[in-house]
């Protein structure tokens, strides 16, 4: 079965520093997510790609991070400066096509990110 | 915006029983989907159960189910015949056929052996 892949699983950096993280969807899937997830609390969407363009990017803090999905297929997520208050799991997902047909999410395993 | 809330940050349940978790949303409009994610500790999201807010049957997958009050604006789910791999947490989230997807800040279920 196709799945969402993600990289690093873990990755701990010292603030200042600056982090990326990889994913790839789903195969064929036009939509992708970036999403932060906050110990104890729900993920909330950083930013959505359909096929190369941002769709929708309002709660991504643009001083410091950055993402991109150049050929439409794999995404990065960049931040930097990393901030302690960036700790936290970041979740890629995708679905075949705009959320807007009510679409099913595919989550992949997330980076779990420690500034320190 | 939307609102997702979810009122249990804990639950358990004993193995083989039912146990229903709570979710009640906020929104205008009149066509929209509902979801149950399930994460397990240290694993990925998975989708549990979806449902159409212009449906009126309930949905229903296997030992999972749905009670959709749509004038409550409450998306319930039940898990029948609990097991213990069911342990983990459980997120609604609604989305209203735009760009948006909210999720509520989760219930940690245990199923106790």
């Known amino acids: 079965e196709a799945e969402v892949a993600q990289s690093p699983r873990y990755k701990i950096t010292e603030k200042s520093q600056a982090v990326a993280f990889w994913c790839d969807p789903i195969?064929?899937?036009?939509?992708l997510y970036w999403y932060r997830q906050i110990l104890g609390q729900g993920p909330e969407l950083l930013v959505q790609f359909q096929d190369e363009s941002v769709v929708d990017d309002s709660q991504l803090p643009k001083d410091r991070f950055s993402a991109e999905r150049l050929k439409g297929v794999d995404s990065t997520l960049k931040i930097q400066p990393a901030e302690l208050g960036d700790s936290a799991m970041y979740l890629c997902?995708?679905?075949?096509?705009?959320?807007?047909?009510?679409?099913?999410?595919?989550f992949g395993p997330g980076t779990r990110l420690l500034v320190l | 915006a939307q609102t997702v809330t979810q009122s249990q940050p804990e639950m358990s349940v004993q193995e083989a029983e039912t146990v229903t978790l709570s979710c009640t949303y906020d929104t205008s409009e009149s066509n929209y989907y509902l979801f149950w994610y399930k994460q397990p500790p240290s694993r990925q999201m998975i989708l549990v159960i979806r449902?159409?807010?212009?449906?009126?049957q309930n949905a229903t997958e296997n030992r999972f189910s749905v009670n959709f009050q749509k004038a409550a604006k409450s998306s319930s789910l039940k898990i029948s015949d609990s097991q213990l791999g069911d342990t983990a947490m459980y997120f609604c989230?609604?989305?209203?056929?735009?760009?948006?997807?909210?999720f509520g800040t989760g219930t940690s279920l245990t199923v106790i052996p």
């Open positions: 989230a609604s989305n209203t056929g735009g760009n948006q997807f909210y």
């Open positions: 997902a995708s679905s075949l096509v705009d959320l807007g047909r009510g679409e099913t999410q595919y």
């Open positions: 195969s064929g899937h036009a939509t």
């Open positions: 449902q159409e807010a212009y449906k009126q």
